[in-house]
């Protein structure tokens, strides 16, 4: 698995953009291809959960989603995914009410790019871990969390966690968002 300091791979996903329940709305596609180039300038937010239409797994999505305002605001952009393709994700959104016209991007990584480029398959599942990940404006994977399949991570932890890496400086446990530094 790669770590803090280490460079984002080389990749490529479809994602279905925010806002979209159908592969095209008002004559504009909802997918948009993803790299690692993408987004130049930002934050990048990559969550990983195993399936789509699963119990655990909306749970953070909806999470994240409620945040997107709050990382938007330190220019950074949420990517949450899984294995399974696009139109999946399409169609969960259409299917789950809390997930309908979602505020961020949906990526499909069907091809396993970035779940074995990060080294986050689950082993015995073949799915991906619930894994996150910090990038940097640089592509420089600045914080690393990985769950079990069956234990949902904290998006406001994920925030608060970016907050703190972007004051560069040094953070006392539990500082809460915005909150002093040492």
Request: with cysteine; glycine share 8%.
């Amino acid at each position: 698995m790669l770590t803090i300091g280490d460079k984002l791979p080389e990749f490529s996903v479809v994602a279905a953009k925010p806002g979209f329940n159908l592969p095209e709305e008002n004559g504009q596609s909802a997918f948009e291809t993803v790299t690692q180039d993408s987004f130049a300038g930002k934050w990048k937010v990559i969550f990983f959960y195993p399936k789509d239409f699963t119990f655990v797994c909306p749970t953070e999505i909806v999470e994240f989603a409620k945040l997107n305002e709050e990382f938007a605001d330190r220019d950074a952009v949420v990517l949450g995914g899984s294995t399974d393709n696009e139109f999946v994700k399409l169609a969960w959104r259409r299917e789950h009410p809390d997930l309908n016209g979602l505020n961020q991007y949906s990526f499909a990584d069907t091809a396993g790019d970035l779940v074995d480029g990060l080294g986050v398959r689950d082993k015995t599942e073949n799915v991906a871990l619930r894994a996150t990940f910090v990038v940097d404006p640089h592509n420089v994977i600045q914080h690393v969390s990985v769950n079990s399949l069956n234990v949902g991570r904290n998006p406001q932890e994920i925030l608060r966690i970016l907050d703190g890496l972007q004051t560069d400086e040094l953070c006392p446990c539990n500082r809460a968002v915005g909150g002093d530094t040492l």
